[in-house]
């Protein structure tokens, strides 16, 4: 459960006293967003920051110490898992979906996606699905959805698109 895995790692920074001199809130907020990430469930820290009513760096900062001090092993958020919720926002259809899906699977077996944000990922997937699929949709609409910008879809589209070339010549 992540309220009880949130509690958990608050409980430890109580312990260790990396509340003191910090705001409450704010480590309340990255316990949360830590039992997040370690549960798998795709929130971003703007997601936390926004339902906590902390500013997005106060819980960055608590995060960091936590993870340091805490010595927390942390799972690479997968990028696949932010697809869903990016399409419901924008009422995309099961087959776009899946062929988004199709590309970043073929993207991580080539690992191609190491240290590129989860979220622009899923977008840009999501993106290059709706176009080759006839769904009408404009890189402002996926990258408002998603919560980044449009330059960052342009940008992996690119990387995207290069790779799914270079992997059809391979074959």
């Known amino acids: 459960n992540v309220l009880e895995k949130a509690a958990y790692i608050y409980r ?4 260790r006293k990396l509340v ?17 990430r370690d ?7 703007k997601d936390v920051s926004v339902a906590a009513n902390v500013k997005r760096k106060d819980i960055s900062r608590c ?5 340091q001090e805490l010595d927390l092993k942390m799972p690479v958020v997968d990028p696949i898992q932010c697809i869903s919720r990016i399409s419901s926002k924008l009422k995309i259809t099961e087959k776009v979906k899946r062929y988004a899906v199709k590309v970043l699977q073929e993207a991580q077996e080539r690992k191609e996606l190491s240290g590129k944000d989860p979220m622009g990922l899923a977008a840009t997937a999501l993106y290059m699905s ?7 949709i404009t890189q402002r609409e996926v990258a408002e959805a998603a919560g980044v910008t449009e330059v960052t879809i342009r940008n992996r589209y690119k990387g995207l698109k290069l790779s799914q070339q270079m992997n059809s010549v391979v074959i």
């Open 12 to 15: 430890k920074a109580l312990e």
């Open 20 to 36: 003191r001199g910090r705001s409450v809130s704010a480590m309340i907020a990255a316990s949360l967003y830590a039992a997040c």
């Open 39 to 45: 549960a798998e469930t795709p929130r971003t820290l």
């Open 63 to 67: 995060y960091r110490l936590l993870h």
């Open 130 to 136: 709706c176009v080759k699929n006839g769904f009408s």
